[in-house]
């Protein structure tokens, strides 16, 4: 069984940045996919972005690409989420995941963003 909390969510303005951290225990850290997902009120979850076990290969949903950065540290058992430029539409509750098989599919319970002037 995998634990995930987030942090490090918070009011920002519009432009600004904030980073994310989801601290894992529990498990395997470095043998999980870790996926950040965000739901805003009245809106389905979106997946935001994902990173390897090893952290070689990432991916970003086209509405955060070049905004976004999600990075790793094994070490720690931690990821992050790096949001710069941020907007009013990245406001909504942003989860980690945890993901290495159907069985093996774990969540964090969440951390509200809002940007707002």
């Known amino acids: 069984q995998v634990q995930l909390v987030e942090s490090g969510g918070g009011l920002v303005q519009p432009g600004g940045s904030l980073r994310l951290s989801c601290v894992a225990s529990?498990?395997?850290?470095?043998?999980?996919?870790m996926r950040w997902y965000r739901q805003a009120p009245g809106r389905q979850r979106e997946w935001v972005a994902g990173?390897?076990?090893?952290?070689?290969?990432?991916d970003y949903a086209n509405s955060v690409k070049g905004r976004f950065s999600i990075f790793r540290d094994n070490a720690k058992n931690t990821v992050y989420l790096q949001m710069n430029s941020l907007k009013p539409e990245d406001t909504a509750v942003y989860s980690c995941?945890?993901?290495?098989?159907?069985?093996?599919?774990?969540w964090g319970q969440g951390t509200q963003v809002t940007v707002s002037s």
């Open positions: 529990g498990g395997a850290f470095s043998t999980y996919a």
């Open positions: 995941n945890a993901y290495a098989n159907s069985k093996s599919n774990y």
């Open positions: 990173i390897a076990g090893s952290g070689s290969i990432r």
